[in-house]
């Protein structure tokens, strides 16, 4: 699947829309400094092209991502069937003043418009600069456990010992 596809999936599929609606974060996967594995929950938005979240600019994940930017990411819901959405991607690194919209507006979704207010005067009071990080995608797979399935492990297996 080529980018000009992973995009078409990602502003048509309806499990695709249920996960970007939902107040859950995407799971995100990067190579630390020691060349070890880390994951963690960030709040994130899909801005048409791309995938974004904005983090504090001291974050070690920001220093992480410019010395590895291939990462991988997750978005998977707590219901039954599960559904999730898989992904690897190119993450950039922005610095700006202030604090993003796109952070307001991902973080929205998990804060809620009841809490937004305050959570954005407090924010905006502490908050000087941010790392907005943009994650290009390369690969997406989309489970929803009743019409797709993850691949088979043979297939699974077969493309990871080729790739090598």
């Excluded at 291939?70 to 219901?79: K, M, N, R, W, Y």
């Excluded at 922005?94 to 937004?116: F, V």
Aim: aromatic share 8%; hydrophobic share 40%.
């Amino acid at each position: 699947m080529d980018y000009s596809q992973i995009v078409q999936l990602v502003n048509t599929d309806p499990v695709i829309r249920t996960l970007l609606e939902a107040p859950i974060p995407m799971r995100l996967g990067y190579v630390g400094l020691d060349g070890h594995p880390r994951s963690i929950p960030v709040s994130y938005l899909w801005n048409g092209k791309a995938f974004v979240f904005a983090t504090p600019t001291t974050a070690y994940k920001v220093k992480a991502i410019a010395a590895h930017p291939q990462v991988s990411f997750t978005v998977d819901a707590p219901d039954y069937p599960p559904q999730l959405m898989i992904g690897r991607g190119l993450a950039s690194i922005e610095l700006r003043q202030g604090i993003p919209q796109e952070h307001i507006d991902a973080s929205r979704r998990s804060i809620g418009e009841d809490r937004m207010a305050e959570w954005e005067r407090i924010k905006r009071e502490s908050t000087s600069e941010m790392a907005v990080i943009t994650i290009i995608p390369t690969h997406l797979t989309v489970c929803d456990f009743v019409t797709r399935f993850p691949p088979p492990l043979a297939t699974s297996y077969a493309r990871a010992y080729a790739t090598e």
